[in-house]
T-cell receptor
Framework: NAGVTQTPKFQVLKTGQSMTLQCAQD?????MYWYRQDPGMGLRLIYY???????DKGEVPNGYNVSRLNKREFSLRLESAAPSQTSVYFC????????????????FGPGTRLTVT | AQSVTQLGSHVSVSEGALVLLRCNYS??????LFWYVQYPNQGLQLLLK??????LVKGINGFEAEFKKSETSFHLTKPSAHMSDAAEYFC????????????FGSGTRLSIRP
């Protein structure tokens, strides 16, 4: 199993350009997430998808859109990139279900380093 | 709302010394708690998790954490640090506002001195 994969690994954009970050998981997980990581701020949730066909805003959704294409894939789109969106972006997935003793540990991809100039 | 606070953004210990990374949580109900590790230029990897079974949880690479309800703490320890333990460590708590979300702390960078 590849786990969670993300493309691209690195990207440089100019202000105002758009791009889509791709994420796929092969663990048959229901839930998928997009985070951004900035120095000293830990991980902040941008959007998540609790199950196929649903998406919800996280802590910092402004300037982003997402698409849950199918159970495996969850993409993040920057419509008009801004320097404040320079960050490392992580996709994660987890197995969502009733509280039967299963924990909601999340499995992370390797990240995309995005620089907006 | 659930939250976690990690005390100390940077901890430095000598190789072979005890590692202690502190985490306090805020939650109105018994939480699920996690420690993740992030090695340079990599994603996060689960170290261990607490799911209300045993209060002392053992994880990978010799790490363990103890859930103390009276102190609302979930500190991470390792008896003897190794150079390969140098990384950033994140404490996290399950969010009850949505059963599929986890709230992360701001992280603690662990450095190991030779």
């Amino acid at each position: 199993n590849a786990g969670v994969t993300q493309t691209p690994k690195f990207q440089v954009l100019k202000t105002g350009q758009s791009m889509t970050l791709q994420c796929a998981q092969d663990m048959n997980h229901n839930s998928m997430y997009w985070y951004r990581q900035d120095p000293g701020m830990g991980l902040r949730l941008i959007y998540y998808s609790a199950s196929e066909g649903t998406t919800d805003k996280g802590e910092v959704p402004n300037g982003y859109n997402v698409s849950r294409l199918n159970k495996r894939e969850f993409s993040l789109r920057l419509e008009s990139a801004a320097p404040s969106q320079t960050s490392v972006y992580f996709c994660a997935s987890s197995d969502f279900g009733a509280r039967t003793g299963l924990s909601y540990e999340q499995y992370f991809g390797p990240g995309t380093r995005l620089t907006v100039t | 709302a659930q939250s976690v606070t990690q005390l100390g953004s940077h901890v430095s210990v000598s190789e072979g010394a005890l590692v202690l990374l502190r985490c306090n949580y805020s939650s109105s109900v018994p939480p699920y708690l996690f420690w993740y590790v992030q090695y340079p230029n990599q994603g996060l990897q689960l170290l261990l998790k607490y799911t209300s079974a045993a209060t002392l949880v053992k994880g990978i690479n010799g790490f363990e954490a103890e859930f103390k309800k009276s102190e609302t703490s979930f500190h991470l320890t390792k008896p003897s640090a190794h150079m390969s333990d140098a990384a950033e460590y994140f404490c996290a708590v399950e969010s009850y506002s949505s059963a599929s979300k986890i709230i992360f702390g701001s992280g603690t960078r662990l450095s190991i001195r030779p």
